[in-house]
DNA sequence: TTGCATAAATTGTATATACCAGCATAGACT
DNA sequence: AGTCTATGCTGGTATATACAATTTATGCAA
């Protein structure tokens, strides 16, 4: 007799994994709280320890925790910027996180730039431009907010692209000769768009914004990218105690 | 009879991540190159499986290899900009690459700002601001020169540090409320004052000029770093093909 | 009370083994 | 010639085990 089917394809270390994130997100789990052992885990998952111990490794190695030999694994203080720095494609972080990823095309207009997008993009008032807006979501949730400017004269092949499946750093990573990289990570709270974009109250706070403004010969581009804190996570190694916990969110 | 002092103190692991990083490093590996199996490679440092799979995992989630099932482990095909955009302490990134961090203190006056240097700031011109200037060593090699300017009137405990010892990161990661952290990349060459520092040629190119400025609520501080463009890799996870190999550098 | 040795718990590292999954190729078959 | 299959190599995951290193708690002795 076979296996019935799958009936689980997800590795016993990703759904360890996910167990300790669920119990943070949830709140569960606080900072500074010490999770189970090794070698609770283990027998909690009836897994060996050494599938434990690599599944807390990676969380360690990703910012969520900490680990002192001898004492024990602890919920990493704070969450950390450093994933809002890594420049990486949306989809391909919700992927990793063993979700599906989708997105909706929300706006595709072309136009001439209003003083704003000018100024964001450093060309002329009124210059010729391409505004795109998708939302990501994540197992269907809708997770992120992506606002695109594009000069086209600058990115023809630009507009080609299924913005849907294609997400900006998508096609930067793979097309763009790369010359300078501006990078502004801001906190916000929601507005009525927002908040009914991504399915969160109206004036939640800690909504970050990340502006980038990429500077190539042949391109010029803004993105724009707008979602809840919790996705991404903060750590030591960014920010200290003060760092956020002053924080307005 | 007991362990003959401590021959190796360093884990296998971190002598097997050692072993491929100088591989790349000295050129012996390129990018795209296959690095042995992890049988040749277990075998060669009678190491297991097992270490062998950790150390070169390891590696993977750090960007530097991309594994493929069934096919073999290469060399991550480009640099990325990742670190460049983790915050981090650069005494941590050099004590975690397993060597010594020292410093030397360059420069640290008080006057006045300049033109620039106010600009830098965001502060009237001639506001009075402190000035340091830094220069990082791993294992007595220059590798990273540090440039703060701290408006003291925000930040009177800042003045009180061993800056040869605290970084700013280190500092600003314990004591700094964050609130917006502007960030920008970009590449220059190397002029005599800075050649002459970093021990390398002059208008050696490939520098990262990397600028940071912190907006808190208690200090404004800004610093620039400037490095070989060694230190730090690119992967695929940032640029793609394009994105490297048409730079001037 | 103080100091020190010891024990217990926890993570860190390493081994040996097993089986699964993806890829490429050689060889057999049509 | 084209197609299929078997095989072998590769990495992916998981287990069971062992010992080292670190921290804290405990208990005993001075």
Redesign the interface.
């Known amino acids: 007799m076979k296996t019935p089917a799958k009936i689980s394809r997800i590795p016993l270390s990703r759904q360890i994994k996910n167990y300790i994130l669920d119990g943070i997100s949830s709140g569960n789990l606080s900072p500074g709280d010490r999770i189970p052992s090794e070698a609770e885990l283990a027998k909690h998952f009836s897994a060996s320890r050494m599938t434990v111990n690599r599944a807390v490794s990676?969380l360690t190695?990703e910012g969520r925790l900490n680990r002192v030999q001898g004492l024990g694994t602890f919920v990493a203080e704070f969450k950390t910027?450093?994933p809002l720095?890594?420049?990486?494609s949306i989809a391909q972080e919700i992927e990793d996180q063993g979700k599906e990823h989708s997105s909706i095309l929300l706006e595709a207009q072309r136009g001439p730039a209003t003083k704003q997008e000018a100024g964001r993009l450093e060309v002329p008032l009124g210059e010729d431009i391409f505004k795109i807006q998708v939302l990501h979501l994540s197992d269907g949730h809708p997770i992120q907010i992506e606002v695109r400017l594009v000069v086209p004269k600058f990115a023809p092949l630009f507009l080609e692209q299924d913005f849907t499946t294609v997400t900006a750093s998508d096609y930067?990573?793979?097309?763009?000769?790369?010359?300078?990289?501006?990078?502004?990570?801001?906190?916000i709270s929601a507005g009525p768009e927002i908040s009914k974009l991504l399915e969160i109250e109206e004036n939640a706070p800690c909504l970050r914004l990340i502006r980038r403004t990429w500077l190539g010969e042949d391109i010029i581009t803004y993105v724009q990218l707008i979602h809840p804190g919790e996705m991404f996570r903060f750590t030591?190694?960014?920010?200290?105690?003060?760092?956020?916990r002053?924080?307005p969110c």
């Open positions: 990676e190695v910027l450093a720095f890594e420049i990486r930067l990573q793979k097309n763009v000769m790369f010359s300078e990289v501006e990078h502004k990570v801001d906190a030591g190694r960014f920010s200290g105690p003060q760092a956020v002053d924080m």
